[in-house]
């Protein structure tokens, strides 16, 4: 499965809760990213990181919140802060080191009521 | 920043048609063009990816066209199938500062038998 995994698959919360999804990878690459889905919609940047301890945010970034404290793990987490956190969440993993081929993991799907 | 459009969001035709997907970027800068076929509820997967030093590039019965003057790039699906059914995606990057990719908006093809 390209060596890029999410977990959980499907993630229920009640409002006011804040929530983490995980997203590891092991292929060596050293940019991640998190994209947000809704129905019908393309994707969106919430964060993105190219080297450990570094990262910025991506076009949607309220509300959500990343670490990058090993290059194989970039874990997302939803606050309680945004206002729509019912999404299908995908992380993503790209080599910066030549290749341009960018990786998806199976995604989140989170659902919050 | 870039800004890449989609046409058309939906798409369908009968078992054997071609299927052409047309997408349009605004930053002469960018310079890989990536398309990525989405099943319900999986993760986007890359069919086929274009370099902006070539303009054509086939892959059994997918093409992609890229024309850099216009700034437009398109996928060719030939003699489609069932199978094909999905949201397809294209993309686009620069090569310089940040490597993001920017998303267009989808296009859901549907191949009826």
């Known amino acids: 499965d390209g060596g890029i995994t999410q977990s959980p698959k499907y993630l229920f919360r009640k409002e006011g809760q804040n929530v983490t999804l995980s997203c590891e990878q092991n292929l060596n690459h050293d940019a991640m990213y998190w994209y947000r889905q809704d129905p019908g919609q393309g994707l969106r940047l919430i964060y993105y990181?190219?080297?450990?301890?570094?990262?910025q945010k991506g076009d949607i970034a309220e509300g959500y919140s990343v670490s990058r404290e090993k290059k194989e793990s970039f874990p997302l987490t939803v606050t309680s802060a945004q206002k729509n956190p019912t999404a299908f969440y995908l992380c993503a993993s790209r080599s910066t080191g030549g290749s341009y081929e960018q990786y998806f993991g199976p995604g989140t799907r989170l659902t919050v009521t | 920043g870039e800004n890449v459009e989609q046409h058309p969001s939906t798409l369908s035709v009968q078992e054997g048609d071609s299927a052409v997907i047309k997408c349009t970027y605004s930053?002469?800068?960018?310079?890989?063009f990536p398309w990525y076929k989405q099943e319900l509820g999986k993760r986007p997967q890359l069919i086929i990816d274009?370099?902006?030093?070539?303009g054509e590039k086939k892959d059994q019965r997918i093409a992609v066209t890229l024309n850099k003057t216009a700034k437009h790039f398109s996928l060719h699906i030939t003699e489609t199938q069932p199978e094909d059914s999905a949201v397809y995606f294209c993309?686009?990057?620069?090569?310089?500062?940040?490597?993001?990719?920017?998303f267009g908006t989808g296009t859901r093809l549907l191949v009826s038998p």
């Open positions: 990181s190219q080297i450990v301890n570094d990262f």
């Open positions: 993309a686009a990057r620069r090569n310089t500062g940040f490597q993001k990719l920017v």
């Open positions: 274009i370099r902006s030093n070539v």
């Open positions: 930053d002469s800068a960018s310079n890989y």
